[in-house]
């Protein structure tokens, strides 16, 4: 059995899409790079240790580059036997994290002993398993409410609500809007879809009304944006921008002493800053090759449930990425999202490398190779929308 097991590792390992996992890693090496390069001053200075952040970072990224190898290896239809268990710990940690200590006056993370972690992020992956995992299993009721749409808005919207209860409303909107896309993708009539997204809208409306002193700062992002006034921190993140102008300016200044979090937050202004607009692009189209290859992978899954998946993994990479990215530029409003596989971060950067290794491993499944000459041929009888 151990030797079955085995060689069906190594299969999974001969058959996945290589350059999916290139371009993770090169956005990997950059992230440690830049992480490094964004924090050692103020941590020499506020720490006595310019490795401080760095040994942090590489260790997280050696747990995340394990994790994904694990899931690049298994079976991903096994997956479906833990998405109740694994929606059920969400739920249940999502409300252990609201009794915590508070942490700048918000609930975030769960802290065990040395080890913390952030509910919110382990969701977002667990409701694209569990919206892919119920859809499969009832396609044919999509027409009907109370069978398909409704447990579906009950599970994603008790997520939702939690997770503004924090209050984290940049991860609220990020799971809503990764919600909306999942329902696009499993054929949902657009206008209940646009039924959703109007109710959803007006709940965090209301409740970033209703608790006016948990949401001052939100809302005080979302007029500053409306009104075209620039809040500080984005003003010195655009500062960082122009002084990069096309090739960079070498070892930045924004990251020491103005930009707030530059290691984290912050990090694509520092980019911007130290490697000007040819380092922003090749980062911006490593993000495109991503969503790229998720794609691809997704079309050529060997069953509904693979396509779905890998399609709400994708998105959901590259929505992050795409509002991290535009609230570098100042177009939305501050959410504390970090960039993927770029950022410094614990929770959120393993979610990242599972997501990429099941993706790795839907791609190891496929029923024909992955190459332009295939999907050129097969492209007129695969739809997005299936």
């Not at 969701?123 to 109370?146: G, K, P, Q």
Request: aromatic share 12%.
């Amino acid at each position: 059995m151990f030797k079955r097991l085995l060689k069906d590792r190594i299969l999974f390992l001969n058959r996945m899409d290589y350059l999916l996992l290139r371009v993770v890693l090169v956005l990997t090496a950059i992230g440690i790079v830049m992480v490094y390069s964004a924090s050692s001053v103020r941590a020499m200075d506020t720490l006595g240790n310019p490795h401080f952040y760095l040994f942090g970072h590489l260790i997280r990224v050696a747990i995340g580059i394990v994790a994904m190898l694990f899931f690049a290896t298994y079976d991903y239809h096994k997956l479906r036997r833990y998405v109740w268990v694994g929606l059920i710990l969400v739920l249940v940690s999502l409300v252990v994290v609201l009794f915590t200590a508070p942490h700048s006056d918000v609930h975030r993370w769960i802290k065990i002993g040395s080890f913390q972690f952030q509910p919110s992020d382990f969701a977002r992956l667990v409701l694209v398993l569990f919206i892919a995992d119920f859809v499969a299993r009832n396609r044919n009721r999509r027409t009907e409410f109370r069978r398909f749409l409704l447990p579906l808005c009950l599970v994603s919207g008790a997520i939702i609500v939690l997770v503004l209860l924090e209050p984290n409303y940049g991860t609220a909107v990020a799971i809503f809007a990764l919600f909306l896309g999942m329902l696009y993708l499993c054929d949902v009539p657009l206008l209940k879809i646009a039924g959703v997204a109007f109710a959803g809208v007006l709940g965090i409306v209301a409740k970033m009304f209703l608790t006016p002193k948990s949401s001052a700062y939100a809302i005080e992002r979302i007029e500053a944006l409306i009104g075209g006034k620039i809040p500080s921190n984005v003003l010195q993140s655009l500062i960082a921008f122009a002084s990069g102008a096309l090739f960079g300016s070498g070892f930045g200044k924004q990251k020491m002493y103005f930009l707030p979090r530059p290691h984290t937050d912050f990090i694509f202004s520092v980019i911007g800053e130290e490697f000007g607009l040819v380092g922003t692009t090749l980062v911006l189209v490593l993000f495109l090759c991503v969503f790229y290859r998720g794609l691809k992978i997704s079309l050529h899954s060997r069953d509904y449930f693979g396509t779905l998946l890998g399609f709400g993994l994708t998105v959901m990479i590259t929505l992050y990425a795409i509002l991290n990215m535009a609230v570098s530029l100042g177009m939305f409003p501050v959410t504390g999202l970090p960039l993927p596989f770029l950022s410094y971060g614990g929770t959120a950067l393993l979610v990242n490398f599972i997501s990429v290794g099941i993706l790795l491993n839907i791609s190891s499944q496929v029923s024909v190779p992955l190459n332009d000459s295939v999907l050129a041929r097969r492209e007129g009888n695969v739809r997005f929308r299936t």
